[in-house]
């Protein structure tokens, strides 16, 4: 959540990944901070990929942005999670949540206002 938003065309230091499932990988519309290796890869997202990316993303696309700063995540149920909600989103069956830090934050780090 402090990272990327569930909410359509709202980007944060990551792509919303509101309408992830079944996207190309590096192809959100207004998020420019994407790696040349995760654009080049050639991914689309689904649960086979999603589960590839959140166990070792380094690993999953070597030379992603995203591997250094989110290692992985390692439950193996976590991920399924992850991925159930992702997929229900996007078929319209979950809403994204607010408040927290996704309602604070919205920002694109490689553009902070002069006071961040």
């Known amino acids: 959540m402090t990272c990327?938003?569930?909410k359509a065309g709202v980007n944060m230091t990551g792509p919303s990944l509101a309408a992830i499932w079944g996207r190309k990988a590096g192809t959100v519309p207004g998020f420019g901070r994407y790696s040349d290796a995760l654009m080049r890869?050639?991914?689309t997202w689904n649960a086979a990929t999603l589960y590839a990316w959140l166990g070792d993303p380094a690993r999953f696309?070597?030379?992603?942005?995203m591997g250094p700063m989110?290692?992985?995540?390692?439950?193996?149920?976590?991920?399924?999670?992850?991925?159930a909600f992702?997929?229900?989103?996007?078929?319209?069956?979950a809403s994204a949540p607010g408040g927290g830090m996704m309602s604070v934050?919205?920002?694109?780090?490689?553009?902070?206002?002069?006071?961040?």
């Open 86 to 93: 992702l997929e229900a989103l996007a078929e319209g069956k």
């Open 41 to 43: 890869s050639g991914v």
């Open 70 to 83: 989110f290692p992985s995540l390692p439950s193996a149920k976590d991920r399924a999670d992850v991925i």
């Open 105 to 116: 934050h919205k920002g694109d780090l490689k553009q902070p206002p002069p006071d961040a």
């Open 4 to 6: 990327h938003s569930a």
């Open 61 to 65: 696309i070597p030379g992603n942005a």
